[in-house]
């Protein structure tokens, strides 16, 4: 069975209704001559003087979709390319009925005759739709007269279409054609213009037999109707213990509480998101403020560099209940600075291709340095001469190491000798620099011999 032949079953049942409406009309006689019922292009029709025949003619000149239906069914597959259903292929029929004539008057007689039929079967029976295609029936043996269909043999495939059990009924509705649009139709036909009537027919469902995967049927529905309370984050600071002031400009450091402003921040279940991960530690939330500490372990903490962080209010559903993610707010960036534990002495070093005199220079540091990240030391003089040397050595891209790291090592070349402080960047993230009493930078450092 292959419904995509229901267009062509339209078109023989509706031959089939004009060509019996014909006789029992006896138009025959009205016309004096024999008279047929076609469904040829135009073009294809021959309209000489003396070879053109009294008949109706109707041509299915365009299938346009449905509005109805088109939007009537859910998505065919699902997010993993599965067919979950057969959307049907609605379709609404186009006709022209088109009346020649072999000789004066045919073509309005015949014309005349079939725009009533029509308008007095505004909807196809679904009886006569099985009995208009048919399957023919073959001749027994012994049989004198055997019962006579419609459809020819050549058409036998259209008794397969299933056309009369498809869920919605056929209708025929006259439609109105301008002076342009039929100037148009038959100037695209490119054949000799004939009395025409225009007629829609709709809807005809081509369904796919693909198999598919339905879901299972949903036992209990659980209905849930919550205000709309969206957080939203204006600001991000920073504080490094609880007898510390908040701060929005200092970097933020492992192990530093960080504090969100906004508004709208308090829900019965809140959580944080960063980099889209949940935030497994403890989380105080206000109205207007949320406030988590980061965690301060150099392995398994963040890695250094930019962030995003986001309050999700969570909604319990289900039978027993459990944390659905709800409303979020936008998710708002800050940076993980690195931070020099500890400096190791310098030591000189050697061996192929390191100029004479390097010297090598490790470094704690914490987050760990995670494969991948780009890895720079920048030295700067303790001085207050405005010659004062700086120098910056970057990690080349195989020095990543394959697991996280918390000690670096940097080979100093060409480095005069003198106390440097230290900075270290991690994907463009920078440690930061500690002041004396009297607000000069002092640690970290290095003294270069």
């Known amino acids: 069975m292959s419904t995509a032949l229901r267009i062509a079953s339209v078109t023989q049942v509706l031959k089939d209704l004009l060509n019996n409406g014909l006789i029992d009309h006896d138009v025959t006689g009205a016309t004096g001559g024999n008279v047929i019922v076609t469904s040829w292009p135009p073009d294809k029709i021959d309209t000489a003087k003396d070879s053109e025949a ?243 372990d150099a392995v398994t903490g963040l890695q250094a560099g930019i962030h995003e962080v986001q309050v999700v209010h969570q909604t319990l559903m289900g039978s027993p209940p459990v944390a659905h993610t709800g409303v979020m707010s936008t998710a708002s960036p800050f940076v993980l600075s690195p931070l020099i534990v500890n400096v190791g002495i310098p030591v000189a070093v050697s061996g192929p291709g390191i100029p004479a005199g390097s010297l090598s220079l490790t470094l704690k540091v914490n987050p760990a340095i995670r494969p991948g990240q780009r890895v720079a030391l920048f030295m700067n003089e303790k001085t207050n001469n405005s010659n004062a040397k700086a120098y910056s050595f970057v990690l080349p891209p195989f020095a990543s190491p394959p697991q996280p790291m918390e000690d670096i090592v940097f080979t100093l070349t060409n480095v005069k000798s003198a106390a440097y402080l230290l900075r270290i960047q991690v994907d463009g993230a920078e440690s930061p620099l500690e002041s004396n009493p009297q607000g000069e930078y002092h640690l970290p450092a290095v003294i270069i011999p």
């Open 54 to 296: 009294s008949q109706l003619n109707l041509f299915m000149y365009q299938a346009t979709y449905n509005q109805g239906w088109r939007n009537a069914f859910l998505p065919s597959v699902n997010q993993k390319g599965e067919r979950v259903t057969n959307p049907s292929l609605a379709l609404d029929l186009h006709y022209l009925l088109t009346a020649y004539g072999a000789a004066e008057l045919h073509t309005d007689i015949l014309l005349g005759y079939g725009m009533q039929l029509l308008h007095e079967i505004p909807v196809l029976g679904r009886d006569a739709i099985r009995t208009a295609i048919a399957a023919p029936t073959p001749i027994l043996s012994g049989t004198t007269n055997p019962p006579v269909t419609a459809l020819p043999d050549s058409l036998k495939l259209l008794s397969g279409s299933a056309l009369a059990e498809q869920v919605e009924q056929i209708k025929i509705s006259p439609e109105v054609l301008t002076f342009e649009d039929i100037s148009k139709l038959w100037t695209a036909f490119g054949a000799k213009y004939r009395p025409t009537a225009a007629y829609k027919v709709t809807v005809v469902l081509i369904e796919s037999t693909k198999s598919t995967k339905p879901a299972l049927p949903v036992r209990e529905r659980n209905i849930y109707a919550l205000p709309f309370k969206q957080p939203v984050i204006e600001s991000i600071a920073s504080q490094k213990t609880n007898n510390d002031p908040v701060s929005d400009n200092q970097k933020i450091l492992p192990g530093y509480s960080l504090l969100l402003k906004g508004y709208q921040f308090y829900s019965e279940n809140v959580s944080i998101l960063i980099d889209g991960e949940a935030f497994s530690g403890a989380i105080s939330a206000e109205d207007k403020q949320v406030s988590f500490q980061l965690p301060d």
